[in-house]
């Protein structure tokens, strides 16, 4: 996605080029071709470019937009009694593998409810 988007009224007069103070703002001429370049990581969003264009054909509302972007989808692992979601199946996997144990997929409230069953079980000479 662009952030730096400019109107049908940009000439390439390059102001915002030279104007940039980060060096977000960059040009390539190709053949036929002017192209405007702008690199994110560099740009502080200072809008000295919008500010010098002759042409108020910076469009500094897209500067403004702020999204989350997905990095990745992971499986998750779900409380075995509620269904609340734990943690992903991939930490499970981490976890296990580290410690050769493997993990009863309770949420808080019913690893609790699970512990105090236990225990009853104990106490009255039962075994589960
Ligand atoms: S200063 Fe404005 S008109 Fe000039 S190249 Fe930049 S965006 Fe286009
Ligand atoms: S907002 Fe500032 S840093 Fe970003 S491109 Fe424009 S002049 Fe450069």
Redesign the pocket.
């Known amino acids: 996605m662009s952030y730096f988007v ?1 109107n049908e ?9 030279e ?1 940039c103070p980060a060096n977000a ?1 960059g ?1 390539q001429d190709n053949g036929e071709k002017r192209t ?1 370049l702008h690199n994110m990581a560099r740009c502080v969003r200072c809008a000295n ?1 919008w500010r ?7 469009e500094f509302q897209h500067f403004m937009e702020n999204e989350w972007d997905e990095v990745i989808s992971l499986g998750l692992v779900h409380c075995r009694v509620c269904g609340e979601p734990l943690y992903t199946a991939n930490l499970e996997k981490t976890v296990t593998g580290k410690t050769g144990r493997e993990i009863d997929a309770l949420c808080p409230k019913h690893r609790e409810l699970n512990f105090a069953a236990r225990q009853a079980l104990i106490l009255s000479g039962k075994s589960m």
């Open positions: 400019v009224n940009c000439n390439g007069c390059l102001a915002c080029v104007n703002l040009f405007i470019c010098v264009c002759p042409q108020q054909a910076i």
